[in-house]
């Protein structure tokens, strides 16, 4: 028997404030193991194999508007959603994979009303000005 979708957003680098990729999938663990894998495509061309950053959300169809709405971010806001929850840019693959990654900071929040407000537009000028380093 399949394990449940858990559709989610996630976010690849190269390194620390290096190359990103931005993707969406409904088995995290399986597609990172993909990225890793590759030998051709974006990700092997530019060694984007850390995961730094993803979201759990409750359907497919949020989390495929969250990967749109990411993509269009300016580089600064990906880095300060990136920094909120991951300020060492540690790779969480392993972790994850393991089962020993406390997910609740990763856990989107709930969405009401218009989903296109909650799951967007980004952060605040504020926020990345404000972000450390």
Request: hydrophobic share 40%; aromatic share 8%.
């Amino acid at each position: 028997m399949r394990d449940p979708i858990q559709p989610c957003v996630y976010i690849l680098a190269s390194r620390r404030n290096g190359t990103l990729y931005t993707g969406v999938t409904g088995d995290l663990v399986r597609r990172v193991a993909l990225h890793r894998a590759a030998t051709a495509g974006f990700c092997a061309t530019y060694g984007v194999h850390r995961l730094v950053y993803f979201e759990l959300l409750g359907r497919m169809e949020d989390a495929i508007l969250r990967e749109k709405r990411v993509k269009r971010w300016r580089r600064a806001w990906k880095l300060a959603l990136i920094e909120g929850v991951n300020p060492g840019w540690e790779d969480l693959y392993q972790s994850l994979r393991t089962g020993d990654l406390n997910l609740a900071p990763f856990a989107a929040p709930p969405i009401r009303g218009d989903r296109r407000d909650a799951l967007g537009p980004g952060p605040s000028p504020d926020q990345v000005r404000s972000r450390p380093g």
